[in-house]
C-alpha cells in the first residue's frame, strides 16, 4: 500500500484537465503491457487553472515518478494514454497533439501536433503489436498512423464532416479498426 498522490478532495476522475468533449478516453491511467507499471493523469482542484500532473507508478515497488513535462505541453489538456508493446513509449494524447515519452531516458523525445483544421487533439490510440506504429483518433473521426522511430504521419482517413465525434478502438495486433461515433 501506497498513499494516494492525489490530494483528497475530489470524489470523481479528473484527469481531463479541461477538455470537455466526447473523443477523450475518459480514463485516467493506462497499464503498461507488461502491467508493471501504471500510467496516471490529475489535474488538482486548486488552482482552478492548474495543469494535469502525469505519475508512473511502479506496481513492484510501488514508488511514484513524477514526469517533468516539457514548459509548453503544461497547458494541454490530457486525451489519453498509451504505452508501446516492447516497453519504450509512453504516447500521451492532448488537446494539441501527441507527446512521445521515452522510457529509458524518463525524456520527452518528441511532439507530433494534430492537424485537423478545427481541433488539433489526438486521443484515443494504441500501438501496433511490434510497436512500430501507432494509430491516433483526431477530431471528427480523423484516423492517422505515425511511425514510433521518426514520428512522421503514414496514413491518414479523414472522413467527410458531419460534425461527428467518437471512439476508437484497436485490435490487439493493430490491424483492424472499429470507430464508432456518438
Keep these: 500500500r501506497v498513499p494516494s498522490p492525489f490530494t483528497q478532495q475530489r470524489f470523481f476522475p479528473s484527469c481531463v484537465g479541461g477538455l470537455s468533449a466526447t473523443y477523450n478516453d475518459k480514463q485516467c491511467w493506462e497499464w503498461s503491457s507488461d ?3 501504471l500510467a496516471m493523469a490529475f ?8 495543469f494535469t500532473q502525469y505519475m508512473l507508478l511502479d506496481t ?4 511514484i515518478m513524477r514526469l517533468k513535462v516539457p514548459d509548453e505541453f503544461q497547458s494541454q489538456p490530457f486525451a489519453s494514454f498509451a504505452f508501446s508493446p ?11 497533439g501527441l507527446w512521445w515519452y521515452d522510457r529509458a531516458s524518463a525524456s520527452f523525445a518528441r511532439f507530433i501536433a494534430g492537424d485537423h483544421n478545427r481541433n488539433q487533439v489526438l486521443g484515443p490510440m494504441r500501438f ?5 506504429r501507432i494509430i491516433a483518433l483526431g477530431d471528427q473521426l480523423q484516423i492517422s498512423v505515425y511511425d514510433a522511430d521518426t514520428g512522421s504521419r503514414l496514413g491518414r482517413h479523414e472522413p467527410t464532416f458531419e460534425n461527428w465525434e467518437g ?3 484497436v485490435s490487439a495486433d493493430g490491424s483492424r479498426l472499429l470507430v464508432y461515433k456518438f
Design 35 to 37: 502491467r508493471r507499471t
Design 60 to 63: 513492484a515497488t510501488l514508488e
Design 86 to 96: 516492447d516497453g519504450k513509449w509512453l504516447a500521451i494524447g492532448t488537446s494539441a
Design 167 to 169: 471512439e476508437l478502438k
Design 128 to 132: 501496433t503489436a511490434d510497436s512500430k
Design 43 to 50: 489535474t488538482p482542484e486548486e488552482p482552478v487553472q492548474a
